[in-house]
C-alpha cells in the first residue's frame, strides 16, 4: 500500500513540476535574448563577433550565444531550443552558413556543445576585463577548436 | 504452435491447464512498466548528472562526456553489486535496471563473483562474459546491419 502512494506521489510530482514548467515559459513571452557584446582594448577587435551575436540571437530557436575572435578565425558556440536539439546537425549548418555570409573573410566555427559554449563564455569574460593577450587570444582559439574536433 | 502442443497432451492435462490458467496470479504489467520507468529513468538521470560533472569539471565536451559516464557507472554498479544493493534493484525493477548500461556492468561482474571460487582463469576468467559475450556479439552485429543500411540509404538513396 506504501509503495502504491509512492509510486503516485511521484508521478503526480512529475506531472506537477511540468505544468509549473510549462507555465513559466508561457509567462515570459520571447524575448530577444541577451546578447552580450564585447569590447576589448588588447588583441583583435572583436566588433565582428558582437554582430555574429546580433545576427544569430535573430533566430528564433537560439537561445543563447557567444563569440570570439581573432583576425581570421571566429569560434561560436550556441545553445538550441530543447526540442530543436533532433535536428542539431542541420541546425548548425544553417546558422554556420548564416554567420558565414556576412563574413566572407572569416573562417566560421559554430558549435552546439556545452563546453565549447562554457569556454567561450570564460574567455568572454577575461576580454572584458582585458586579462588576455591578442597571443594568448590565438592559443586558446586553437585550443577550443581542437576541443570541439575531438572525436572520442 | 503453442495450440499443437495442447493438443497433445491427455485430456486431464488439458483439464489441469484450464483450471490453472483461471486462478494464476496475473503479472502487473503496467505497474512493471512504471517501475522500470521510474528507475530506469532514474539510473539515466544520474547517468546525465555526472556526463554534466565531466563537461563542467574536465577537459570533455558532450561527444567525449560518453566514455568517462559510462566508466564510472560501470565502476558503480560494480560496487553495488558487490554489496548485494543492485540485486534488489533489479528484483523491483525488472528491465528498468537492466537495460542501462548499468545493466551490462551487472551482467559482468554478478558472473564474476559468483564463479570466483573455481579460480581466476577458469572460475572467473572463463565465465564471466557468460552472459555479456552474447551481448557484445550481437551489439557489434547489429551495429554493423545498421550502419551497413545507413551507408546504403545515404550513398544510393540520395537523402
Given at each position: 500500500?506504501?509503495?502504491?502512494?509512492f509510486?503516485?506521489y511521484?508521478?503526480?510530482?512529475?506531472?506537477l513540476?511540468?505544468?509549473s514548467?510549462?507555465?513559466?515559459r508561457e509567462?515570459?513571452?520571447?524575448?530577444?535574448?541577451?546578447?552580450?557584446?564585447?569590447?576589448s582594448?588588447?588583441?583583435?577587435?572583436?566588433?565582428?563577433?558582437?554582430?555574429a551575436?546580433?545576427?544569430?540571437s535573430?533566430?528564433?530557436?537560439v537561445?543563447?550565444?557567444?563569440a570570439?575572435?581573432?583576425?581570421d578565425?571566429?569560434?561560436?558556440?550556441?545553445k538550441?531550443k530543447h526540442?530543436?536539439r533532433?535536428?542539431l546537425?542541420?541546425?548548425?549548418?544553417?546558422?554556420?552558413?548564416?554567420?558565414?555570409?556576412?563574413?566572407?573573410?572569416?573562417?566560421i566555427?559554430?558549435?552546439?556543445?556545452k563546453?565549447?559554449?562554457l569556454?567561450?563564455?570564460k574567455?568572454?569574460?577575461?576580454?572584458?576585463?582585458n586579462?588576455?593577450?591578442?597571443?594568448?587570444?590565438?592559443?586558446?582559439?586553437?585550443r577550443?577548436?581542437?576541443?570541439?574536433?575531438?572525436?572520442? | 504452435m503453442a495450440?499443437?502442443?495442447?493438443?497433445n497432451l491427455?485430456?486431464?492435462?488439458?483439464?489441469?491447464?484450464a483450471?490453472?490458467?483461471?486462478?494464476?496470479v496475473?503479472r502487473?504489467?503496467?505497474?512493471?512498466?512504471?517501475?522500470a520507468?521510474?528507475?530506469?529513468?532514474?539510473?539515466?538521470?544520474i547517468?546525465?548528472?555526472?556526463?554534466?560533472?565531466y563537461?563542467?569539471y574536465?577537459?570533455?565536451?558532450?561527444?567525449?562526456?560518453g566514455?568517462?559516464t559510462t566508466?564510472?557507472l560501470?565502476?558503480l554498479t560494480?560496487?553495488?553489486?558487490?554489496?548485494g544493493?543492485y540485486?534488489?534493484?533489479?528484483?523491483?525493477?525488472?528491465a528498468?535496471s537492466a537495460?542501462?548500461?548499468?545493466g551490462?556492468?551487472?551482467a559482468?561482474?554478478?558472473?564474476?563473483?559468483?564463479?570466483r571460487?573455481?579460480?581466476?582463469?577458469?572460475?572467473?576468467?572463463?565465465?564471466?562474459?557468460?552472459?555479456?559475450?552474447?551481448?557484445?556479439v550481437?551489439?557489434?552485429?547489429?551495429?554493423?546491419?545498421?550502419a551497413?543500411?545507413?551507408t546504403?540509404?545515404?550513398?544510393w538513396?540520395?537523402?
Amino acid at each position: 500500500m506504501l509503495k502504491r502512494y509512492f509510486i503516485l506521489y511521484i508521478l503526480i510530482l512529475s506531472l506537477l513540476a511540468a505544468c509549473s514548467n510549462e507555465l513559466s515559459r508561457e509567462q515570459s513571452p520571447s524575448q530577444d535574448i541577451e546578447v552580450k557584446h564585447i569590447s576589448s582594448n588588447q588583441g583583435s577587435s572583436q566588433e565582428p563577433s558582437n554582430q555574429a551575436k546580433d545576427i544569430l540571437s535573430k533566430n528564433e530557436d537560439v537561445t543563447a550565444v557567444k563569440a570570439i575572435n581573432n583576425k581570421d578565425r571566429m569560434i561560436i558556440g550556441v545553445k538550441v531550443k530543447h526540442h530543436k536539439r533532433f535536428n542539431l546537425e542541420k541546425m548548425k549548418k544553417k546558422l554556420t552558413k548564416k554567420v558565414e555570409e556576412s563574413f566572407p573573410d572569416y573562417k566560421i566555427e559554430l558549435s552546439t556543445d556545452k563546453k565549447i559554449y562554457l569556454e567561450i563564455e570564460k574567455i568572454e569574460e577575461k576580454l572584458q576585463s582585458n586579462d588576455l593577450k591578442s597571443k594568448e587570444l590565438e592559443k586558446e582559439i586553437d585550443r577550443i577548436s581542437k576541443l570541439s574536433k575531438e572525436q572520442t | 504452435m503453442a495450440n499443437n502442443k495442447k493438443k497433445n497432451l491427455p485430456p486431464q492435462a488439458q483439464e489441469y491447464q484450464a483450471f490453472q490458467s483461471k486462478r494464476e496470479v496475473k503479472r502487473p504489467i503496467f505497474k512493471n512498466c512504471l517501475k522500470a520507468f521510474l528507475i530506469g529513468g532514474t539510473i539515466c538521470l544520474i547517468g546525465q548528472c555526472i556526463s554534466t560533472f565531466y563537461i563542467y569539471y574536465f577537459n570533455f565536451t558532450e561527444q567525449t562526456a560518453g566514455n568517462p559516464t559510462t566508466a564510472t557507472l560501470i565502476f558503480l554498479t560494480m560496487l553495488l553489486t558487490g554489496f548485494g544493493i543492485y540485486d534488489r534493484l533489479g528484483q523491483f525493477a525488472g528491465a528498468g535496471s537492466a537495460v542501462p548500461v548499468t545493466g551490462f556492468g551487472n551482467a559482468v561482474i554478478s558472473a564474476a563473483i559468483e564463479h570466483r571460487t573455481e579460480g581466476f582463469i577458469l572460475g572467473v576468467g572463463g565465465n564471466m562474459l557468460k552472459l555479456a559475450g552474447p551481448v557484445i556479439v550481437y551489439g557489434v552485429f547489429s551495429a554493423f546491419i545498421v550502419a551497413l543500411i545507413k551507408t546504403i540509404l545515404l550513398k544510393w538513396g540520395g537523402f
